[in-house]
Every structure is written in C-alpha cells, then in structure tokens.
C-alpha cells in the first residue's frame, strides 16, 4: 500500500507512545492527512487531522494529549501519544484525504493504511 503505519504497541496507563506513517508518494504531501482509531468497544473514531497548510484539529478526548506532526520532506505522519488511557486502545490508521474531506468524521473516506495496534492496560 501508499500508507503504512507503525509504532503500536502495549503500555500500561499513563505511558506514551508514537505511532508513524510513512507514505509512498508526494501527492500526498498536499492532501489533508489524520489518523483514525477503531476498536469494538468505541467503533471508529477520528483522532486528529494535519492540512496541508499546517493546521491541526483533534478529537476532544485526546485534546492536550496527542500531537500529530507531519514532515513532507520525509514522507512521514506522526501521533505523538502521552498520558495513554485504556480507552485509546485501538487500531490506529493513517489515512490521507482530499481538503474538502479534512474533517475527524471523514478521513475513513480517503486512503489508508493497514493499521497499527495500541493496547493501553490499566
């Protein structure tokens, strides 16, 4: 695929983690890019998005939290995670949209990823 996520992992409460994306091609570098989360207990879930003209939005449970950052040179997305809960467990996806897309709710709507598995223990 043009996505692909990694970093996930297992950590107890209160731990941090960075999950990563890197994807293939600089068309990318111009779309809107996020991260969606799905899990059976919460379904699927937009966490943050980054614009290609720098803003960010996040969802209001990981506000102050998460960090998502993006360097173009290198092709890579990052989620910066800190202060994990045990609700943040999940599959993490790194997905690219189009701008008109660029919202929490929409970012299942364009490409991504295989995904990345956190698990967060309390």
């Known amino acids: 695929g043009q996505l692909m996520e990694s970093g996930g992992g297992s950590v107890q409460a209160g731990g941090s983690l960075r999950v990563s994306c890197t994807y293939a091609?600089?068309?990318?570098?111009?779309?809107?890019m996020g991260w969606f989360r799905q899990s059976p207990r919460r379904g699927r879930e937009g966490v943050a998005t980054?614009?290609?003209?720098?803003?960010?939005t996040y969802a209001d449970s990981v506000k102050g939290r998460f960090t998502i950052s993006r360097v173009n040179t290198n092709k890579t997305l990052h989620l910066q995670m800190t202060n994990l809960k045990p609700e943040d467990t999940g599959m993490y996806y790194c997905?690219?949209?189009?701008?008109?897309?660029?919202?929490?709710?929409?970012?299942?709507?364009?490409?991504w990823g295989q995904g990345t598995q956190v698990t967060i223990s309390s």
């Open positions: 091609t600089w068309t990318y570098s111009t779309y809107c």
């Open positions: 997905a690219a949209v189009s701008a008109k897309d660029c919202t929490l709710n929409n970012l299942f709507l364009g490409y």
């Open positions: 980054f614009r290609a003209d720098g803003t960010t």
